[in-house]
């Protein structure tokens, strides 16, 4: 045999050991049925306890294992899954629905995961019920704020793969003080009038990436805040809602800014806003810095393209309107679509810290058929190839 060929054949057996490896189970796998924790799936019962736990058992052991949860409708309160755990893989399969009570309370989440490592959420769907809040919000009388569907905080190597989530009290997932995320294949859906109810939202993480999601609900179908580095958003879906929203920034003085994002691939149908990047008009040390956004479609959404620097609810500590947000190298390419406003581009960037690199390619967007606008407030930009609204940097 020649020297190729016995390097050939030898890699050829490293390689089938290698996949032989992958094919055999990591390890005896655990398999806690929250069914045998005293769970029942009557929609009734209240499973935090059961939960709980499968929770410690698959938390403590050593083992990989996975958390099961069968069909139907198990009715969960508030819970708290916490680690660190002695396993750094444990799966949660959900074939069934969880349903949250339908009265609500005053906590502030409602499956919340912490201090956890290496933890897959896969398919199922959770059930908010937030229609109660919803109307006590709206009434105007004294309501809680609400309660997140699902949060993790504080936690690392998280994947969540084909779950929905419907009806909200507030967010719907909450991303927080994270390294290493995967959100795919997730469905997120809530009436476009309902209150608070972001899609995502991803804070003080890094390494986060949100690829083929469909989002429809009452607010941000993405949010992006504070402490964010690292997030690839990809094959998004979002409407009605609020957009793909870089903020509220500048909300303090002294606040980690947000930097690497890139957007892609993205279909806004009817929503609020298309690509967003909103600060308060008022002093802040925050930041902007490095933001691709490309391929996106636009179906008849209010502001598709929007830089705004000048949010002030109730007009309180905005001295000036100015923000002190430093928004630094965003680039746009490739946008297109119909606007349902007349600014399709609008770029309203603070005084005090004006708009720097930003960069336009490839958009085409009209109003009526015809040519939208663009508007310019203290930006400083370049623009390249064909650009319907023509640019106004
Ligand atoms: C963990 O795996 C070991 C073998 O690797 C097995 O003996 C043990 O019973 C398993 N523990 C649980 C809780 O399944
Ligand atoms: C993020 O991902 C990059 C590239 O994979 C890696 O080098 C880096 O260590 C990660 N950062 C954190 C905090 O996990």
Redesign the pocket.
């Given at each position: 045999m020649s020297r190729l060929n016995t390097s050939f054949v030898l890699l050829s057996i490293i390689m089938g050991l290698l996949l032989l490896v992958q094919a055999l189970p990591p390890?005896?796998e655990?398999n806690y049925n929250i069914v045998n924790y005293g769970a029942k799936s009557d929609g009734r019962t209240d499973s935090s306890g059961p939960l709980s736990s499968a929770w410690q058992a698959a938390c403590t052991?050593?083992?990989s294992s996975t958390i099961y949860i069968p069909g139907g409708t198990f009715m969960l309160k508030p819970v708290t899954l916490k680690g660190p755990c002695k396993s750094n893989r444990i799966i949660v399969q959900i074939d069934g629905t969880l349903m949250a009570p339908s009265s609500y309370n005053t906590d502030s989440q409602w499956i919340k995961f912490e201090h956890v490592d290496g933890v897959s959420i896969y398919g199922g769907t959770i059930n908010g019920q937030g229609q109660t809040l919803w109307s006590c919000k709206s009434s105007n009388n004294d309501c809680p704020s609400g309660a997140t569907s699902l949060i993790f905080n504080d936690a690392k190597n998280i994947m969540i793969s084909g779950l929905t989530s419907i009806d909200s009290e507030l967010y719907h997932i909450v991303i927080h003080g994270c390294e290493g995320v995967q959100v795919q294949g997730v469905k997120i859906n809530a009436p476009g009038n309902s209150p608070n109810t972001d899609g995502i939202h991803v804070q003080k993480s890094t390494n986060v990436t949100i690829t083929g999601t469909d989002i429809k609900t009452g607010d941000d179908c993405i949010s992006i805040g504070p402490g964010t580095t690292n997030l690839w958003i990809e094959g998004v879906t979002c409407g009605p809602g609020h957009g793909i929203s870089i903020g509220s920034l500048g909300k303090e003085k002294e606040e980690e800014g947000v930097q690497n994002v890139v957007v892609k691939n993205t279909v806004f149908t009817r929503s609020q806003n298309g690509l967003r990047i909103k600060t308060w008009g008022r002093p802040s040390d925050s930041f902007v810095k490095g933001v691709v956004f490309e391929h996106a479609l636009m179906h008849n959404v209010h502001n598709p393209i929007i830089i705004d620097q000048n949010y002030c609810p109730h007009n309180l500590g905005c001295p000036g309107q100015s923000s002190g947000v430093k928004i630094r190298g965003v680039a746009y390419n490739d946008i297109q679509g119909s606007s349902a406003s007349k600014v399709a581009v609008n770029f309203d960037c603070s005084p005090s810290n004006p708009c720097r690199g930003i960069v336009l390619e490839d958009i085409k967007l009209t109003y009526r058929n015809k040519h939208a606008e663009s508007y310019c407030k203290n930006v400083d930009g370049t623009a390249y190839g064909p650009l319907v609204p023509p640019s106004c940097f």
């Open positions: 390890d005896v655990a052991s050593t083992n």
